[in-house]
């Protein structure tokens, strides 16, 4: 069964760091492009961050450019997430989600249970 | 950025019902669209991409359809289990884009 779970979600305050993982399991992770997407409270979803099955190419939303890092140890089966100067709004759940295509541009699928993010005082 | 206008926000329906919800998308996408299903306190899952293509598991009763600017997701007889918010999300550019979400309540 695929299956995606993430870990190290929590209650930060404004400007301090954290780092999310996400472990894969039931398919070959090497393989595959993955994502961050997150979700506020009440609100939508927002893609976060991309990279590929190598690691070579790797984009981020405008809102997290340069405050965040996303990595990948293929070896481990494991995606990750830098978090650093985290914001009020920066308070959601973080989802990880497979890019099922060896195409750049895809949906997402599957996607983990979520791990939640609180950034407040 | 291509912006996604989905509607309604609301609906209001009972189980049978013929539901359908919309996207319209700021500029042509081809067929780069995907429709997902989300419940309280769970992560989405996909129903559709390529516009129309149903993900292996989902009901016959879900189909979508459009191209370009218009799409639309139709759930034919509506049963208990999909009272949930539907989420479009287009992925023709980078970034992948999300519509603001439907939920579908009990009438």
């Known amino acids: 069964e695929v299956q995606l779970v993430e870990s190290g979600g929590g209650l930060v305050q404004p400007g301090g760091s954290l780092r999310l993982s996400c472990a894969a399991s039931?398919?070959?992770?090497?393989?595959?492009?993955m994502n961050w997407v997150r979700q506020a409270p009440g609100k939508g979803l927002e893609w976060v961050s991309y990279i590929s099955s190598s690691s070579s190419t790797i984009y981020y939303a405008d809102s997290v450019k340069g405050r965040f890092t996303i990595s990948r140890d293929n070896a481990k089966n494991s995606l990750y997430l830098q978090m650093n100067s985290l914001r009020d709004e920066d308070t959601a759940v973080y989802y990880c989600?497979?890019?099922?295509?060896?195409?750049?541009?895809?949906?997402?699928?599957?996607w983990g249970q979520g791990t939640l993010v609180t950034v407040s005082s | 950025v291509i912006w996604m206008t989905q509607s309604p926000s609301l609906l209001s329906a009972s189980t049978g019902d013929r539901v359908i919800i919309s996207c319209r998308m700021s500029?042509?996408?081809?067929?780069?669209l995907a429709w997902y299903q989300q419940k309280p306190g769970k992560a989405p899952e996909l129903l559709i991409y390529a516009a129309s293509t149903l993900q292996s598991g989902v009901p016959s009763r879900f189909s979508g359809s459009g191209s370009g600017t218009d799409f639309t997701l139709t759930i034919s007889c509506l049963q208990s289990e999909d009272f949930a918010t539907y989420y479009c999300q287009q992925y023709y550019s980078f970034p992948p884009t999300f519509g603001q979400g439907t939920k579908v309540e009990i009438k």
């Open positions: 989600a497979r890019a099922p295509t060896i195409t750049m541009n895809n949906w997402f699928d599957p």
């Open positions: 500029q042509g996408i081809s067929s780069y």
């Open positions: 039931g398919f070959t992770f090497s393989s595959y492009s």
